[in-house]
């Protein structure tokens, strides 16, 4: 794709870079490299991680799941941060708190983007809130909250991401393994909805779930690979830029090899896809795309098109980390044992 990275946001095996694996990211040139727990022993591992990550050409952007709770991908270096849930109980001031500290602790180690807010909204019987990683289930105050965990990322020079577009709140089943279906009318998802749309020009970066949302147009395909949803994310107010969910998900076994399946996200117009496991796997789906884009001149667009918002998010992301100085690991470790005890949780 010359000099454009390629529109994924990639995992990668482990704690360390060998030199077969910058081999591998040099040649696919992926947009942004995401960290999981296999990634994370030490601070100053992961530091000099993040560096070798830096040192690439073109240079891609760090992102993690940093939601608290369950969603901890740090929790080696700093130990436990409160749940969303549990901080949007304790109050607002528990939120800022877990936002600065993700954020301090992200801008500390080199990541640019934390994947969160979770803006799903709690339902009795859904998965995600049953996981505590709903903010609430009233739209205005998950809208509030929100946007408050966002500016504790942001005082650090960190940037969120909304998610999981239409709202997977209702959703009993679990996406990592399975494909539910949404079967909300039109009119019920005005309410989810409505909450991306009150926050897409502060955050505008919107993940999109793997559900199938029959009332948005596509009964068929999950809302990760449906234009139509795809779309509606990406004319939320402030036209976010939109990434798909895991495309090795279980939700997405049905709809076929991982090469097809990150050719049908860019067709859904999502802006990145996150590849987030089969790293092995990665210079046979950049040349699959490769490959459809001699093939294919509007995928070809397409393909340059998102290269190319990818690559702007890319450059805002390492500008945005470079004008905040990173605190030091004594910082970031109050600003944790703030956020526990904010939320009431011992140890705080």
């Known amino acids: 794709m010359g000099a454009e990275t390629m529109p994924l946001v990639v995992g990668i095996p482990g704690p360390t870079l060998a030199p ?59 130990g436990e941060l409160p749940s969303a849930a549990r901080a949007a109980a304790a109050g607002r001031a528990a939120v800022r708190a877990l936002g600065e500290a993700a954020g301090a602790a992200c801008r500390s180690l080199g990541i640019h983007l934390d994947l969160a807010p979770v803006i799903d909204l709690g339902s009795p019987h859904g998965m995600i809130a049953g996981q505590e990683r709903c903010l609430g289930d009233d739209p205005e105050r998950v809208v509030v909250l929100a946007r408050i965990f966002n500016e504790g990322l942001a005082a650090w020079g960190v940037r969120g991401c909304l998610k999981h577009f239409p709202g997977l709140g209702e959703v009993a089943l679990d996406t990592h393994a399975e494909l539910p279906v949404l079967s909300a009318t039109a009119a ?33 395909r999950p809302a990760s690979l449906a234009p139509a949803v795809v779309q509606r994310a990406s004319r939320l107010p402030g036209s976010p830029l939109v990434l798909s969910d895991d495309i090795e998900m279980g939700a997405l076994a049905s709809c076929g090899d991982l090469p097809q399946r990150v050719e049908a996200a860019l067709a859904a117009r999502n802006h990145g896809v996150l590849v987030c496991q089969a790293f092995e796997r990665l210079p046979e789906i950049a040349g699959h795309l490769t490959e459809r884009m001699g093939q294919d001149s509007s995928l070809s667009v397409r393909l340059l098109e998102m290269s190319a918002c990818m690559g702007t998010l890319r450059r805002d992301l390492l ?26 949780l011992e140890g705080g």
């Open 20 to 78: 077969a694996e910058i081999d591998v990211l040099s040649s696919v040139q992926p947009a942004g490299v995401i960290l999981f727990r296999r990634n994370i022993v030490t601070a100053d591992q992961v530091r000099e991680l993040t560096h070798q990550l830096l040192e690439l050409e073109p240079r891609p952007f760090v992102a993690i799941d940093l939601e608290g709770g369950a969603v901890n991908r740090l929790g080696p270096i700093w």
């Open 319 to 344: 500008h945005g980390a470079a004008a905040v100085p990173a605190p030091d690991d004594a910082t970031v470790a109050q600003l944790w044992q703030r956020a526990r005890a904010e939320a009431g």
């Open 188 to 220: 019920e998802l005005d309410r989810p909805i409505g909450v991306f749309a009150a926050l897409s020009e502060d955050i505008p970066l919107v993940m999109v779930g793997h559900v199938v949302v029959p009332a948005l147009g596509d009964s068929e």
